[in-house]
């Protein structure tokens, strides 16, 4: 009887310790509407994976803060249009991505481009692709990092380029805290280790953080609408560089329709904000 009695209160209290754990977790977690000052990587492989998250960068770089963005690749292969080239490819898509980031305020000078070919991240070594995101973490020292979702199920589905960029961002940005590391960082340029805290990831199903981007959320569609050689028939016959104008104009009056019978729109992320010591 005494035993059961003490096995109520052992639950009882692992009860409220891991409720306490949880609630301590979910303050820890900071309101990055209230971000100012902040530096934000965005790392992806493709121009227009930036797509899911480009509200919240419009609001973070509005709000004051640094957003620099990583291209792993060129992207210089998605594209059916039989007329086309990989290198002219490479430039279209670079256009497009500038316009698309002008929509949103973020400055081309934070933009960098690994220059790697489009669907062939899988076959770059990893130690080479893990050391150069290693060292732009230890570079620009980023408060918070976006990236794909490396722990989403569908992720296995998924194209490799974005199966290989999202797990080499995180072992980038891991060994980026420790020194040992790519030493030759701290020995030879003077770059400390660097602990990222907080992770965003996006292109997830598994989402536990919606940001809400309503006013923010007309600068995502014109700035989704500077990837002609992506959406829609521009895909198939380049027909840029300007945007469907038409298209443009019905999705922005769909999001004001939206807007004005309250409905708010809100991008959804996979949120750790933990330095990942697992
Ligand atoms: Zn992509």
Not at 51 to 63: E, F, K, R
Not at 73 to 96: C, F, P, V, W, Y
Not at 203 to 220: L, Q
Request: charged residues 25%; aromatic residues 10%.
């Amino acid at each position: 009887m005494k035993t059961k009695k003490m096995s109520f209160i052992l639950i009882g209290l692992l009860i409220i310790l891991l409720q306490m754990s949880i609630l301590g977790q979910a303050s820890a977690q900071e309101d990055i509407t209230q971000w100012r000052n902040k530096t934000i990587m965005w790392v992806g492989p493709h121009q227009d994976d930036e797509g899911g998250s480009m509200g919240t960068l419009a609001m973070l770089q509005a709000n004051g803060n640094k957003i620099v963005l990583v291209l792993y690749t060129t992207g210089n292969k998605g594209s059916r249009d039989l007329e086309m080239t990989s290198e002219r490819l490479a430039q279209i898509r670079r256009k497009e991505d500038a316009n698309a980031m002008r929509e949103l305020g973020i400055p081309t000078e934070n933009y960098i481009c690994l220059g790697y070919d489009d669907g062939m991240l899988e076959y770059v070594p990893k130690l080479e692709l893990t050391e150069k995101i290693c060292r732009l973490i230890r570079q620009y020292r980023p408060d918070a990092v976006f990236t794909m979702d490396p722990g989403t199920t569908w992720m296995r589905w998924h194209k490799t380029d974005h199966r290989s960029s999202a797990f080499i961002t995180l072992d980038g940005a891991r060994a980026a805290a420790y020194h040992l590391y790519f030493p030759h960082h701290r020995i030879y340029e003077g770059l400390q280790p660097f602990t990222v805290r907080d992770y965003f990831f996006y292109s997830t199903r598994e989402s536990n953080f919606k940001v809400d981007i309503t006013e923010f959320s007309e600068n995502k569609i014109r700035a989704r609408s500077w990837y002609v050689s992506q959406f829609g028939a521009g895909n198939f016959k380049y027909v840029g560089p300007e945007p469907d104008q038409e298209r443009l104009n019905q999705q922005l009056k769909r999001n004001a329709d939206r807007i004005a019978k309250g409905e708010r729109i809100s991008e959804n992320f996979r949120r750790l904000s933990s330095s990942m010591s697992f």
